[in-house]
């Protein structure tokens, strides 16, 4: 999911975040689950990274687990060198970019999507594979960016009408390489995820009166919602489920794990501070926090003065991302 998707569902997002220098949410340091339950074998271990960055974190991992990319930042006398980094198991490459870029999903083949900016500052999505990235093709906007790729390479973002400054849906269809579409979608769409069989969900509507939606495949959309809601935010989404929050009119939104099928909902644990990524099982994490069923565990690797983030978790259940102590490093978290 890109900085705008997390922008849009940040706004309705439960306070009590820590925000580092470096602009990446991290919850506060953990505590034990109530009753003190142990994390039995639930463990957390440091991807290998340049040892000379300045930062680096761990942002996505594919379905399969096997793929990890993030990003990194390297002080030099002539100024900063940003990197992507992109892990195929234990082996990590290093591609040096000009400018900061920002990794926002990946496939089991090995395909990075991500967003950055070319000269002038203007947003430009980009595409990694075979060892090199690839600026995407874009239509006349005021901004764009991606949100996500499926297991087809099919590829799903955003632009933004110079005129209106409202959003419309995008998406880069596998089987016509090099192009880029318009979806039919409601006004002021904003897609945020995308499934194997090419189902889309996404939000639409003016700030702080948000609408939740699905495209199947066939075109057909139907609402995301539920019972009362004021508005409901959908973000990231695998397999038939999805994740996002509902307002019921209470003192905070309510989270919830929509099952695609049907557009039912159950409630997810709301000490879930952040939604940001779930897997085929309909598993969430997201802050310090994974989550199964309306329960959650807390992650290991925090303490006193140090925070931990989970970005993303494989079919797998493999979980990556980054912890935050005297400098930021990129974690990955197995048998949680």
């Known amino acids: 999911m890109t900085q705008t998707a997390r922008r849009t569902l940040a706004g309705i997002t439960a306070a009590g975040l820590l925000t580092t220098a470096l602009g990446v949410a991290v919850s506060a340091p953990a505590t034990a689950a109530p009753g003190g339950s142990a994390l039995g074998a639930c463990r957390i271990s440091t991807l290998p990274y340049p040892t000379d960055t300045y930062r680096a974190g761990a942002n996505v991992i594919d379905p399969s687990g096997r793929f990890i990319a993030g990003d990194g930042l390297r002080k030099t006398e002539s100024g900063n060198q940003y990197l992507l980094l992109v892990w195929d198991g234990q082996r990590l490459t290093e591609v040096a970019t000009p400018r900061q870029v920002e990794a926002v999903d990946a496939n089991a083949d090995g395909v990075v999507i991500g967003n950055g900016t070319v000269a002038g500052g203007i947003a430009q999505p980009w ?18 960016g991606v949100t996500a790729i499926n297991k087809a390479g099919d590829i799903v973002g955003h632009g933004t009408d110079a005129a209106t400054g409202e959003f419309f849906a995008l998406r880069w269809p596998a089987a016509r390489p090099g192009t880029v579409e318009v979806l039919d979608a409601p006004a002021n769409a904003m897609p945020t995820g995308i499934t194997a069989n090419g189902t889309i969900v996404g939000v639409a509507g003016d700030f702080g009166y948000w609408t939740s939606w699905v495209r199947r495949p066939n075109g057909r959309f139907d609402a995301l919602t539920a019972p009362g809601a004021q508005t409901s935010v959908v973000g990231p989404a695998a397999g038939h489920w999805a994740a996002g929050r509902v307002d019921l009119g209470g003192l905070n939104p309510l989270k919830v794990r929509w099952d695609l099928r049907n557009g039912s909902y159950t409630a997810l644990d709301q000490q879930l501070a952040l939604l940001e990524d779930i897997n085929v099982r309909g598993v969430v994490v997201g802050g310090d926090r994974v989550a199964r069923g309306a329960t959650s ?18 079919d797998t259940g493999t979980i990556v991302g980054f912890r935050n102590g005297e400098r930021l490093t990129p974690v990955r978290w197995t048998g949680c």
């Open 127 to 144: 595409r990694y594979r075979n060892g090199r990235i690839e600026q995407l093709p874009v239509v006349p906007s005021a901004g764009i």
């Open 297 to 314: 565990r807390v992650l290991p690797g925090a303490s006193d003065g140090v925070g931990v983030g989970a970005e993303s978790i494989s």
